[in-house]
T-cell receptor
Framework: DTEVTQTPKHLVMGMTNKKSLKCEQH?????MYWYKQKAKKPPELMFV???????INESVPSRFSPECPNSSLLNLHLHALQPEDSALYLC???????????????????FGPGTRLTVL | GIQVEQSPPDLILQEGANSTLRCNFS?????LQWFHQNPWGQLINLFY???GTKQNGRLSATTVATERYSLLYISSSQTTDSGVYFC???????????????FGKGTLLTVNP
């Protein structure tokens, strides 16, 4: 099973709302990612969790708050967003590759279907 | 950081035609992936191919790591092949994965019936 699921598919929120995006994978991957994608652009990395700990925060504004409750789940909490935050939010997961690992291990990332967010 | 350039930026085909998409990258890489993003936004894994050649049905890919490029071939194209094709690369650091896939800007493919 190479499936990453995301809910909701679509979300419309006002600038004063609080909402959460959810992501789940059951591939045993220990790295999980949040990306933001604007129209006609490639995905941009926001956060990376490895072994349920935040490894990378790409200088994302604090109105985006990630959470990794366990190895299968990843949340993105949203608060006081701006209209320019409207975008497709993608979750991804991968194994964790180390140089001591077997050659068959690699960092192939698998993406969920995304949440299309509109901020009014 | 690594630069990734994809060409062409846009491609329009008639159904049944063949095409070649190119990805050039500026440094040696440990991970190279080709994705297809469908009109609904889903990024679908096509190939993990840091080197060598792979085939999957009408699609095949070749990466020549020493010359820093990868090619994606689509044969007998169908309307369902329409969408954006992204190449993404990663260069590992001394400890292992740095988790950062660098994406090209993509090739927008339109296949007309």
């Amino acid at each position: 099973d190479t499936e990453v699921t995301q809910t909701p598919k679509h979300l419309v929120m006002g600038m004063t709302n609080k909402k959460s995006l959810k992501c789940e994978q059951h591939m045993g991957h220990r790295a999980m990612y949040w990306y933001k994608q604007k129209a006609k652009k490639p995905p941009e990395l926001m956060f990376v969790y490895s072994y349920e700990k935040l490894s990378i925060n790409e200088s994302v504004p604090s109105r985006f708050s990630p959470e990794c409750p366990n190895s299968s789940l990843l949340n993105l909490h949203l608060h006081a967003l701006q209209p320019e935050d409207s975008a497709l939010y993608l979750c991804a997961s991968s194994q964790i590759w180390t140089r001591s690992a077997l050659p068959s291990s690699y960092n192939e990332q698998f993406f969920g279907p995304g949440t299309r967010l509109t901020v009014l | 950081g690594i630069q990734v350039e994809q060409s062409p930026p846009d491609l329009i085909l008639q159904e049944g035609a063949n095409s070649t998409l190119r990805c050039n990258f500026s440094d040696s890489v440990n991970n190279l992936q080709w994705f297809h993003q469908n009109p609904w936004g889903q990024l679908i894994n096509l190939f993990y191919i840091p080197s060598g050649t792979k085939q999957n049905g009408r699609l095949s890919a070749t990466t020549v790591a020493t010359e820093r490029y990868s090619l994606l071939y689509i044969s007998s194209s169908q309307t369902t092949d329409s969408g954006v094709y992204f190449c993404a690369v990663e260069r590992l650091n001394s400890g292992g994965s740095n988790y950062k896939l660098t994406f090209g800007k993509g090739t927008l493919l339109t296949v007309n019936p």
